[in-house]
Nanobody, 122 residues
Framework: QVQLVESGGGLVQAGGSLRLSCAAS????????MAWFRQAPGREREFVGI???????YYIDSVKGRFAISGDNAKNTVYLQMNSLKPEDTAVYYC????????????????WGQGTQVTVSS
């Protein structure tokens, strides 16, 4: 049973940066596709980006060039580096783990963290 714990959220001004961490236990994150999702108030949860097989990453257009996912095998932790933050990035951010199977539909991901709040002020 994989457990995921996010941290690193907080309040930041527009244009600032945050790095979210997703610490995995019960299994090596490298054995899974690791994704980040977010849910803004009053909106459905949306996919943000994924680190898949061989560390290949993919992001939604609205965060490309600003967000980056990386992993540290020694710490069994995946990171979401967020730069040039905008108020519309305000949301609860979740990390999720699923099989190396391609795609990023929510249903693919078996394991979820509890979420961490990111608030970007204008």
């Amino acid at each position: 049973q994989v457990q995921l714990v996010e941290s690193g959220g907080g309040l930041v001004q527009a244009g600032g940066s945050l790095r979210l961490s997703c610490a995995a236990s019960g299994g090596a994150f490298s054995n899974y596709d690791m994704a980040w999702f977010r849910q803004a108030p009053g909106r459905e949860r949306e996919f943000v980006g994924i680190r898949g097989t061989y560390g290949i990453t993919y992001y939604i257009d609205s965060v490309k060039g600003r967000f980056a996912i990386s992993g540290d095998n020694a710490k069994n932790t995946v990171y979401l580096q967020m730069n040039s933050l905008k108020p519309e990035d305000t949301a609860v951010y979740y990390c999720a783990a699923g099989p190396h199977s391609g795609g990023f539909n929510e249903q693919k991901f078996n394991y979820w963290g509890q979420g961490t709040q990111v608030t970007v002020s204008s």
